[in-house]
């Protein structure tokens, strides 16, 4: 028998929805009851700005993914991923013991979101290097994560997403 609090979010769920344009994606799935759930966030500041989820599963598994949405919105990167499987079952007031896994779940697609998002951060560092946060972020999404993909790519390839100021900087650099 589920909770108040879970059917509540299993029938109004908050946040859900992908997120156009998100920071990072966390994907996560159970093999043995079929539930998936993606986690999408935007950060700003260092805090979660924005959340969603995507949940093909059962209504623990949706109300899990509600709830962490609700528990990570606003929480710094570092409060966020200490949200662990105990806290969403517990603001969910319970599980069923068969159903816990779910909140495991949704705790792990919030964490692979944030592991995606400090990955993808620490790449586009390496990028600033040579530009600016904007061009960087441009050179990310075409499948450039790294200063030897950039030595490699031609102008021509990079020149539709970036800066004018960003393509000098480039040729300079592609020059040492």
């Not at 009851?33 to 093909?56: F, S």
């Not at 705790?107 to 600033?128: F, P, Q, S, T, V």
């Not at 030897?148 to 300079?172: C, F, H, Q, T, Y």
């Amino acid at each position: 028998m589920y909770s108040k609090k879970v059917m509540e979010h299993f029938m109004n769920p908050r946040n859900k929805g992908r997120l156009e344009n998100p920071d990072a994606v966390g994907k996560v799935g159970n093999p043995v009851c079929g539930d998936v759930m993606y986690i999408y966030i935007k950060v700003k500041d260092g805090k979660i700005e924005k959340i969603g989820w995507e949940t093909m599963g059962c209504a623990a598994a949706i109300a899990t993914s509600s709830m962490i949405s609700e528990l990570a919105k606003g929480r710094t990167l570092e409060e966020a991923y200490k949200i662990s499987k105990k806290d969403i079952a517990q603001s969910l007031e319970g599980l069923p013991p068969i159903k816990m896994h779910c909140s495991n779940l949704a705790a792990e697609g919030l964490h692979k979101a944030i592991d995606n998002y400090r990955r993808r951060e620490k790449l586009i560092e390496e990028l600033m290097e040579v530009v600016d946060r904007k061009d960087a972020e441009a050179l990310f999404k075409t499948g450039i994560t790294n200063l030897d993909e950039l030595r490699k790519a031609s102008i021509e390839e990079i020149a539709n997403v970036v800066s004018v100021g960003g393509i000098e900087r480039i040729r300079k650099y592609l020059k040492k």
